[in-house]
């Protein structure tokens, strides 16, 4: 017999179907931006990931289901979504980001993914879907979030962190004395338009130049003039395939 939280949930395929998740039906959900940054990601069999403010587990989840062989964890202050990324088969800790457990603090990682909150609150309306307005707007100042990163971090362990593209000054600020080697790839929507989000890369102790990539366009054409399936046949192989976006 399905229970009352399963009718409120959905179970979504990921990767064309190599992955599925149990998400809220209302609220927040997660969508291509986490696989966009899991397929950014680098990782090797044998590595270590924390995927912090994972919600269901998406990014972590889509990058296991790539690479093989991770040690995969999360961080959800939310307790519904740890309990689901949990569900999801992600080991998860219930706790901020910025006041890990004791557990968690004794451990450093070769990669750290982030899907910070887009919107300032000060700049708009709040969500009457509590976890969507936990998700979708900031709280935790970006400043946390890379601090959380680079104390997780291990030697030369890299953060992989998407965000909008307007958000960039706010990135490398408060990435600037925490972590270096700093690069971006903007992601546009097509050939010739301004990119709305960016994938960010940085490095515990890099010394690195700011590199900033070439854009990716996701969808073909110079505008939208349908609805349907429009993406690129490198991101419907991303989306569908799970292959990798960068090196």
Not at 143 to 167: Q, T
Not at 176 to 184: A, C, D, M, V, Y
Not at 219 to 236: K, M
Request: with cysteine; hydrophobic share 45%.
């Amino acid at each position: 017999m399905t229970s009352i939280l399963d009718t409120e949930l959905t179970h979504d395929a990921f990767l064309g179907g190599k992955l599925h998740l149990w998400q809220p039906r209302q609220g927040y959900r997660a969508g291509v931006d986490p696989v966009l940054l899991a397929a950014s990601v680098p990782a090797k069999p044998g590595q270590s990931v924390l995927d912090l403010g994972c919600g269901v587990g998406a990014a972590a989840l889509c990058l296991g289901a790539r690479v093989p062989g991770l040690r995969l964890l999360g961080i959800e202050r939310q307790s519904h979504y740890a309990a689901l990324a949990a569900r999801n088969g992600l080991e998860v800790f219930t706790a901020d980001l910025s006041a890990p457990p004791v557990e968690l603090r004794e451990q450093s990682f070769d990669h750290v993914l982030a899907n910070p909150p887009y919107f300032d609150r000060s700049a708009g309306f709040r969500s009457q879907d509590s976890g969507r307005e936990a998700a979708m707007g900031i709280d935790t100042p970006l400043v946390s979030w890379m601090d959380a990163a680079a104390r997780r971090l291990r030697h030369k362990g890299h953060l992989h962190l998407i965000h909008r593209a307007e958000r960039v000054p706010d990135i490398l600020g408060a990435a600037n004395g925490r972590l270096g080697s700093p690069e971006i790839w903007p992601l546009c929507p097509r050939v010739g338009k301004a990119a709305e989000l960016v994938i960010f890369r940085a490095r515990k102790n890099g010394r690195a130049n700011f590199v900033l990539h070439g854009p990716i366009a996701l969808h073909t054409g110079t505008a939208h003039v349908a609805d349907g399936d429009t993406y690129r046949p490198e991101i419907q192989a991303v989306l569908r395939g799970g292959a990798a976006l960068l090196d």
